[in-house]
């Protein structure tokens, strides 16, 4: 959406993701009528001080259409960066019982063995078993590894950058 100065500060007074319509010459606030807001986390600003990027909390769908996204894709190839995001959030944002808090407790030591173990039986599914388990395990691994780099202090854009580096 397009946002004007005073869409942008209302956004920032508020906490509530407000644009600007140039259609109907007028400020409007996501959700204002379908009570879906998005609710602001973090706003950042591009070097060129041009571009706004808005780390929102929705309430229900943000797109008209019913959909979590405007942006549709036949699949979210950007999901494992979601999924980096979602493991932060537990890091700063701890959920009692959750799957991510109980590995932690149990500390280093445990998250690694549960990649090995995780990349053991991604080997096994590959070697003996269906397309559908090999694709579950490395979502597993995936899943593991993402953590992993996290209790160590990394990122998946870590991993992208030396990738890249090998490739250029």
Same mark, same amino acid.
């Given at each position: 959406g397009?946002?004007? @100065?005073?869409?942008?500060? !209302?956004? *920032?007074?508020? =906490? %509530?993701?407000?644009f600007?319509? &140039?259609?109907? +010459?007028r400020?409007w606030?996501k =959700?204002?009528?379908s009570?879906?807001?998005l609710f602001? %986390?973090?706003?950042?600003i591009?070097?060129?001080?041009?571009?706004?990027?808005?780390k929102? +909390?929705?309430?229900?769908p943000?797109?008209?259409?019913?959909?979590?996204?405007?942006f549709k894709? /036949?699949?979210? *190839?950007?999901?494992?960066?979601?999924?980096?995001?979602?493991?932060?959030d537990?890091?700063?944002?701890?959920?009692?019982?959750?799957?991510?808090?109980?590995m &932690?407790? %149990?500390?280093?030591? !445990?998250? @690694? *063995? !549960?990649? =090995?173990e995780?990349g053991?039986e991604?080997?096994?599914?590959?070697? @003996?078993?269906?397309?559908? /388990?090999?694709?579950?395990?490395?979502a597993?691994?995936?899943?593991?590894?993402?953590f992993?780099?996290?209790?160590?202090?990394?990122?998946? !854009? /870590?991993i992208?950058k %030396?990738?890249?580096? &090998?490739? *250029?």
């Amino acid at each position: 959406g397009y946002m004007n @100065a005073e869409a942008f500060e !209302k956004t *920032q007074v508020e =906490g %509530k993701v407000t644009f600007f319509s &140039r259609s109907k +010459n007028r400020l409007w606030t996501k =959700g204002e009528e379908s009570g879906n807001f998005l609710f602001v %986390k973090s706003i950042h600003i591009d070097c060129d001080n041009d571009t706004i990027l808005i780390k929102a +909390n929705p309430v229900g769908p943000t797109c008209h259409t019913g959909s979590r996204s405007c942006f549709k894709t /036949d699949y979210n *190839q950007n999901f494992i960066f979601e999924l980096e995001n979602i493991i932060n959030d537990r890091y700063e944002n701890p959920v009692e019982g959750s799957y991510i808090n109980k590995m &932690r407790s %149990k500390g280093l030591n !445990k998250i @690694a *063995q !549960k990649v =090995g173990e995780e990349g053991v039986e991604t080997v096994i599914a590959a070697l @003996a078993e269906t397309e559908e /388990d090999l694709i579950g395990e490395a979502a597993d691994l995936l899943f593991h590894l993402t953590f992993l780099l996290k209790e160590k202090g990394l990122s998946i !854009k /870590d991993i992208a950058k %030396k990738l890249e580096s &090998r490739h *250029q």
